[in-house]
C-alpha cells in the first residue's frame, strides 16, 4: 500500500520531555508538551529560509518524536498541509508507508492542521514585539546594549519563536553560555556588557531575568 493524502482516521509538540516520559509509557499517547513541540518545531522548520536550520528543526522533531515511538509526515489536504504524528510500528520501514493492517487504534494519531489557523502566537506579532524592546533597549542604554539585544531577539525567534521575556531560565542560560558564545560573534565590547544587557532587556520589559526569578 503507499502513503495516500486520505487521513489516518480514512485509511484505516531543546526541549526536555523528561517529565512527560511517565504518561507517554503509560498510555501509549503522546503528551500534551510533545505535541506542542512538535508543532512548534515544524512551523518553524516551514517559516526558515535557511535549508540547513529547517532539516536541523525537522531533525530535532524526529529526535524527539522517537523517545515515544512515534513519527510524523506532512500530508497535504487539497493545499492544506497537516502535521500528522503517529505511532512508527505503523510505517513499514522498508517502503516507507504506513501498514494500515498493523493499525489498531486510529485515536493514537494526532493531526494538526497548518494551514488556515495561524502559527502559535502569531509568529510575526512576536517578532514584531521583540524587536520594539530591542528598540527600546537601544535607545535607553546604547548601541552595545542594543546589539546584544537584538541577537537575544534572533536567538528567540529563530530557536523559540517566542517573546524574550517568555524564555525559561534553560533557555536563557543556552543563549549567554551557548549562543551568543559561538554563534553571535560579539565584539568585545558586547562580551563585555552581556549581562548588563540582559538586565536591562528584562528591566525594559518589566520582567524579572528568569534565572534570578527561579532560583
Known amino acids: 500500500m503507499t502513503e495516500s493524502n486520505e487521513s489516518l482516521e480514512d485509511a484505516d509538540q531543546e526541549f526536555d520531555a523528561s517529565e512527560a516520559t511517565t504518561e507517554a509509557s503509560e498510555t501509549g499517547e503522546l503528551p500534551t508538551e510533545v505535541i506542542d513541540e512538535a508543532e512548534r518545531l515544524t512551523r518553524l522548520a516551514r517559516r526558515t529560509p535557511d535549508e540547513n536550520e529547517a532539516d536541523a528543526y525537522v531533525q530535532r522533531r524526529a529526535t524527539l518524536l522517537e523517545e515515544y515511538k512515534f513519527t510524523a509526515r506532512i500530508r497535504d489536504d487539497d493545499g492544506d498541509d497537516t502535521l500528522v504524528l503517529y505511532p512508527a510500528e505503523w510505517r513499514d520501514a522498508d517502503e516507507g508507508v504506513i501498514r494500515t493492517d ?8 494526532v493531526e494538526i492542521p497548518l494551514e488556515g489557523t495561524g502559527d502559535p502566537d502569531d509568529w510575526d506579532d512576536v517578532d514584531d514585539h ?4 530591542v528598540d527600546r533597549v537601544r ?4 548601541d552595545v546594549h542594543g546589539d546584544n539585544a537584538a541577537v537575544l531577539a534572533d536567538f528567540v525567534g529563530n530557536h523559540y519563536a517566542k517573546r524574550i521575556e517568555e524564555l525559561t531560565a534553560a533557555e536563557l542560560r543556552e543563549f549567554r553560555t551557548e549562543y551568543f558564545v559561538r554563534n553571535a560573534w560579539p565584539s568585545a565590547a558586547q562580551r563585555a556588557a552581556i549581562d548588563d544587557s540582559i538586565e536591562f532587556v528584562y528591566e525594559t520589559a518589566g520582567k524579572p531575568v528568569p534565572d534570578r526569578q527561579d532560583r
Open 130 to 133: 521583540n524587536r520594539e524592546l
Open 139 to 142: 535607545e535607553r542604554h546604547g
Open 102 to 109: 498493523r493499525i489498531e487504534d486510529t485515536s493514537r494519531a
